[in-house]
């Protein structure tokens, strides 16, 4: 990390390049900006950073790209290549880190590396824990209340999942449409307003 430090910490990227115009670079399939940062000294491409990152901190490639999109979320980026058909074509876009954030993370890698962690390991315990929750839903439902679908007129005690339309080409969900259509609705029946607090307190 010291080594990147020593290369980037005086090597001053220029502060922006939209100044030069957009379109594309003559001969090639890439804007004019994309061009202007690659062969910016004090900067380097997304790619070219997992690269030296990974070999720097002894991380796997998508490992070292995983910390650095982390540590610079609204990298610069600039379109050059072609996407395939199948991702819908256009452009690509090339990301980029200038070497003011290339030195932040070299040298608060290990700290990036730290909250990356316990980040993940906050959302994967926000998603056992919304899992969990889903399960205890659906299992109270299934004990308490009975299943309804597509009914123009719901029952008093009922908890909706779905609002919908039969229009032209099908069902649709309508719960934030309005059209002059029959409105059916689809959730569960409860017998009393007792069984239905009591799901909601599980909700909550």
């Known amino acids: 990390m010291n080594q990147i430090i020593a290369k980037y910490e005086n090597n001053i990227e220029s502060e922006d390049n939209f100044g030069i115009g957009g379109g594309l670079a003559r001969g090639k399939f890439a804007s004019r900006r994309h061009e202007d940062a690659k062969n910016d000294e004090g900067k ?3 790619g070219q950073a997992n690269k030296m990152f990974a070999k720097a901190s002894g991380l796997t ?3 070292a790209k995983e910390v650095l999109i982390y540590a610079v979320p609204n990298m610069e980026w600039h379109h050059a290549g072609r996407l395939p058909k199948q991702y819908g074509g256009g452009m690509k876009k090339t990301y980029f880190l200038n070497a003011t954030e290339i ?3 070299a040298k608060n890698w290990s700290s990036y590396v730290e909250k ?3 980040s993940k390991a906050a959302a994967k315990a926000a998603a056992e824990n919304k899992r969990s929750l889903e399960e205890r839903k659906f299992a109270f439902l299934q004990a308490n ?3 309804v679908e597509r009914v ?3 029952p008093d005690f009922f908890y909706e999942t779905m609002r919908e339309m039969n ?3 099908g069902w649709f ?3 934030n449409k309005s059209y002059k259509m029959t409105i059916y609705y689809s959730g569960w029946a409860f017998e009393n307003q007792e069984a239905l607090e009591a799901f909601y307190k599980i909700t909550k």
């Open 44 to 46: 380097l491409t997304l």
């Open 61 to 63: 490639i998508e490992e």
């Open 103 to 105: 030195c932040n993370c």
């Open 116 to 118: 990356l962690n316990l």
């Open 145 to 147: 209340a009975k299943k």
């Open 152 to 154: 123009s007129t719901h």
């Open 167 to 169: 229009g032209k080409y």
């Open 173 to 175: 969900d309508c719960s």
